[in-house]
């Protein structure tokens, strides 16, 4: 098993918690069907550069980090690219000292970190540019999406924060609900992400989407496939059966 990333350094009043999905995307990305399947794709006999891996909503970071960290072991070569963008700027910085403790902790595997980027989604990436996108989303089913703090509150913020170099409790909490409140089905940010996978990944991208059983997966993948001919998506990891459903399942998206 390899070392999961030190995250100690992270304040989770502000930033989403490692938990029984994050750890799961970790043991999905080092299984050996999967770490076959990036080496093959990757560095096989039609190899051509390093791989960009992207995490959309890295929160502490511990996924893209052990991407990093363990670059070797996962594509069978160093020269891997990685990077993260979210939405919380706390996040972006949680997410480069855990890359950066992560690399130095594994000296011999990791490949290259690029960095972490404030931004929605995929809006800052460059279409067909990603080779592997990693989403962990705000998946459980809401009533409505996060709403920001009102104008008068947010006025009242800057007045703080002129004075005090730290967040509010309404930021906090809106920042912290975004990682995991998903609107109806707990789908509304997630169908974006997959709406946009057309655009940015590359003529070898795939993608690793974790979902729950409220998220209608059979009727997530039946969406991919009408992207086209050559869609392809399966299950390569699940948390378990609970009640005859996969409580927690990663699908992946790829095209042949």
């Given at each position: 098993?390899?070392?999961?990333?030190?995250?100690?350094?992270?304040?989770?009043?502000?930033?989403?918690?490692?938990?029984?999905?994050?750890?799961?995307?970790?043991?999905?990305?080092?299984?050996?069907?999967?770490?076959?399947?990036?080496?093959?794709?990757?560095f096989g006999s039609d190899s051509w550069g390093a791989p960009l891996v992207l995490e959309v909503g890295p929160g502490s970071g511990?996924?893209?980090?052990?991407?990093?960290?363990?670059?070797?072991?996962?594509?069978?070569?160093?020269?891997?690219?990685?990077?993260?963008i979210d939405i919380n700027g706390h996040a972006?910085?949680?997410?480069?000292?855990?890359?950066?403790k992560a690399a130095a902790e594994n000296a011999e595997t990791h490949g290259e970190f690029l960095g972490a980027l404030q931004g929605d989604l995929v809006a800052p990436v460059r279409d067909r540019s990603v080779d592997?996108?990693?989403?962990?989303?705000?998946?459980?089913?809401?009533?409505e999406l996060p709403r920001q703090p009102t104008q008068q509150q947010q006025q009242a913020d800057d007045?703080?924060?002129?004075?005090?170099?730290?967040?509010?409790?309404?930021?906090?909490?809106?920042?912290?609900?975004?990682?995991?409140?998903?609107?109806?089905?707990?789908?509304?940010?997630?169908?974006?992400?997959?709406?946009s996978l057309p655009r940015v990944l590359s003529s070898r991208g795939c993608a690793y989407i974790l979902l729950c059983a409220q998220n209608?997966?059979?009727?997530?993948?039946?969406?991919?496939?009408?992207?086209?001919?050559?869609?392809?998506?399966?299950?390569?990891?699940?948390?378990g059966k609970q009640a005859g459903w996969e409580r927690l399942q990663i699908i992946r998206i790829w095209v042949e």
């Amino acid at each position: 098993m390899l070392p999961t990333p030190d995250t100690s350094h992270v304040a989770y009043e502000r930033v989403y918690e490692p938990a029984e999905d994050s750890f799961l995307l970790l043991d999905t990305l080092s299984s050996a069907p999967e770490t076959s399947f990036l080496r093959q794709r990757f560095f096989g006999s039609d190899s051509w550069g390093a791989p960009l891996v992207l995490e959309v909503g890295p929160g502490s970071g511990v996924v893209v980090a052990f991407v990093h960290a363990h670059a070797r072991i996962l594509f069978g070569s160093p020269a891997v690219l990685t990077a993260a963008i979210d939405i919380n700027g706390h996040a972006c910085r949680a997410t480069g000292e855990t890359a950066r403790k992560a690399a130095a902790e594994n000296a011999e595997t990791h490949g290259e970190f690029l960095g972490a980027l404030q931004g929605d989604l995929v809006a800052p990436v460059r279409d067909r540019s990603v080779d592997v996108l990693v989403f962990n989303p705000p998946y459980v089913p809401t009533s409505e999406l996060p709403r920001q703090p009102t104008q008068q509150q947010q006025q009242a913020d800057d007045l703080l924060q002129a004075t005090k170099p730290t967040t509010t409790f309404d930021e906090d909490s809106y920042m912290l609900s975004l990682s995991y409140a998903g609107g109806k089905d707990g789908m509304e940010t997630t169908d974006r992400l997959i709406s946009s996978l057309p655009r940015v990944l590359s003529s070898r991208g795939c993608a690793y989407i974790l979902l729950c059983a409220q998220n209608k997966p059979e009727e997530v993948k039946e969406r991919v496939r009408a992207f086209g001919e050559g869609w392809k998506v399966a299950t390569v990891g699940s948390s378990g059966k609970q009640a005859g459903w996969e409580r927690l399942q990663i699908i992946r998206i790829w095209v042949e």
